[in-house]
């Protein structure tokens, strides 16, 4: 008998080709096992440029499809600004591919791959834009005029002075809009770069047949199947744009990715403080009553009952923006032509009640954080994050703040408080084996965060082993692989063998993908050197692993 035939069993309910109801008996992964699927992906980075508050961030992504479809990108980079203040940015982005459709042969991953690749591009062009006060922000209705009185350099005879022009990213709005401006454009040539090449190639008479009446496909059709693949996909995307010069934290949500911020607030007694959790992103889905009453605004009056059915735009897809999703985009018609032309027999129908497109867009809400405002003093250095003894009393915090940001997966399974808590009591020395009331108890009671529970972007998730609410276990020193241990159960271990003992494809009944990154922040002194440049998921290599 094998080592495999040794391993204790659990079953799980299946449902065969044929449609018949019956169980599967899995194998148990060893804890062994366990913890090397938890942690293979995970990264840490410390970032010790000068001015740069961020101290360190740590990412780890767990999948369920195969290969997974989450992705993610950090970016720390030297900015072009007109003053001398410290140049530096730090942009971290989650990208999460939608729900597909079970009959639709599109890879679920292209847009997100793509997103990975060219998202921050995009964004960091309309800010340089921005920095350099140049149109279209120089006249942004919030821009501040330029001066008209008489500079020190007019005074001396020069026609000019050297920087007249006023600091356009002092001004929250003209931020945003330009990482408003850089999705959309990003978006735009997702979803118009086939019809662009389509019209190119009518003119020049390269499209005569369909593909399957000639047999192959010629160089152009090939770049046309290439652009037609991301639009036809979609992804939801999360950015988090921190300006090291002003520290200022810009967090754009497009989709139901989601953000979440943790301020430590000491003790006004002193000896001791709790976290307050701050929700920095707003699920954007036909189950937001914001987003449906947008929706509604945006179409005529006569698709009030049909723009948003059973929670779904036009009753299909969940999240209310998106990048790609092109079907939910085109104007009438074009999806039939490009499809024809370049993919015919692989792409759905457009939705029912499809009359005044478009309904989904990828422009994000935009929130800011100034980060001077309303923190205590930091600690000066960050200490081990291995594991230590269990203690009564939480020791100092090890950061000032933290944001985590992750995609949905890590949201079915808990909600925002659970997540700043568990951060958050990592980060104030608790270890061990904790009860969910211990760790929710580092949160203060006034977290504007309870309205946003679980997200349910997919079915309510089911549970392989049955059992009572897990108690939490803090032994990971990086933070994401301790968020998702927790997520999958915590100190209850079989639990979390079994959820990563499941195969895909039928592990998406249990768990979806789970991308984390934890970004822990503290006073911005820190040194020339250390960690920077660009941490992307192709970095790693991927593996994949039943």
């Known amino acids: 008998m094998g080592a495999e035939d040794e391993r204790p069993a659990f079953t799980i309910p299946y449902e065969s080709q044929g449609g018949a109801s019956t169980t599967k008996t899995l194998a148990l992964l060893s804890q062994a096992e366990t913890d090397h699927r938890l942690t293979e992906h995970q990264s840490s980075y410390t970032v010790g440029r000068k001015a740069n508050p961020v101290l360190r961030y740590d990412t780890n992504f767990l999948n369920s499809n195969s290969p997974i479809e989450d992705d993610s990108c950090v970016v720390v980079s030297p900015i072009y600004r007109t003053t001398s203040l410290p140049s530096l940015l730090t942009i971290c982005i989650q990208l999460q591919v939608l729900e597909r459709d079970p009959q639709s042969k599109v890879s679920g991953d292209l847009t997100s791959r793509l997103l990975s690749s060219s998202l921050v591009s995009y964004v960091a062009r309309e800010l340089d834009l921005v920095y350099r006060s140049s149109p279209p922000y120089s006249t942004h209705p919030s821009a501040p005029p330029k001066s008209s009185s008489p500079s020190f350099w007019t005074l001396l005879g020069a026609s000019s002075s050297p ?14 809009t330009a990482i408003k401006n850089g999705f959309d454009r990003m978006d735009d040539e997702i979803v118009n770069a086939p019809v662009r090449l389509l019209e190119k190639m009518h003119k020049e008479g390269k499209v005569r047949k369909p593909l399957v009446e000639m047999g192959g496909m010629s160089t152009e059709q090939t770049e046309a199947l290439t652009t037609l693949l991301p639009a036809l996909s979609g992804s939801c995307a999360l950015l988090a744009f921190l300006d090291a010069g002003r520290n200022k934290l810009h967090v754009a949500c497009t989709g139901d990715s989601r953000a ?65 999703d092109a079907r939910y985009k085109w104007p009438l018609g074009l999806q039939e032509r490009l499809a024809e032309a370049f993919h015919p027999g692989s792409v759905r129908g457009r939705p029912r009640n499809y009359l005044t497109p478009p309904y989904v867009k990828a422009t994000p809400e935009v929130t800011t954080i100034d980060l001077s405002q309303g923190i205590s003093p930091p ?12 203690s009564s009393e939480p020791l100092p915090p090890q950061a000032t703040r933290f944001i985590v940001l992750a995609t949905d997966g890590l949201y079915d399974r808990l909600n925002n408080d659970e997540v700043v808590s568990l951060v958050g009591a990592h980060l104030s020395g608790l270890r061990g084996p904790q009860s969910r009331s211990t760790v929710l108890s580092h949160i203060s009671a006034s977290s504007p965060t309870a309205s946003l529970g679980p997200s349910h972007t997919h079915a309510p998730r089911q549970e392989p082993i049955r059992g009572e609410p897990d108690p939490y276990i803090f032994e990971d020193g990086n933070l994401g692989t301790h968020l998702i241990r927790n997520a999958l159960g915590g100190a209850k271990r079989e639990q979390v063998s079994a959820l990563l003992s499941i195969p895909s494809p039928l592990s998406r009944r249990y768990r979806d993908d789970i991308t984390v990154t934890v970004v822990l922040l503290g006073e911005g002194k820190g040194t020339e050197g250390g960690t920077g440049g660009v941490y992307r998921r192709d970095d790693v290599p991927l593996k994949s692993k039943l």
Request: proline fraction near 9%.
């Open 379 to 390: 600690r000066k250095s960050l200490s081990s994050f291995l594991p230590v003894a269990s």
């Open 260 to 324: 979440v911020m943790g301020t430590w607030e000491p003790s006004a007694k002193g000896g001791g403080g709790k976290w307050r959790a701050e929700a920095l992103s707003e699920d954007q889905t036909g189950k937001a009553p914001k987003e449906v009453e947008r929706m509604r605004a945006e179409h005529p009056p006569s698709e009030a009952d049909t723009v948003i059915a059973r929670g779904r735009v036009l009753g299909g897809l969940e999240p209310t923006r998106a990048f790609g």
């Open 163 to 176: 920087s007249q022009s006023p600091a356009l990213d002092l001004v929250d709005p003209i931020v945003q």
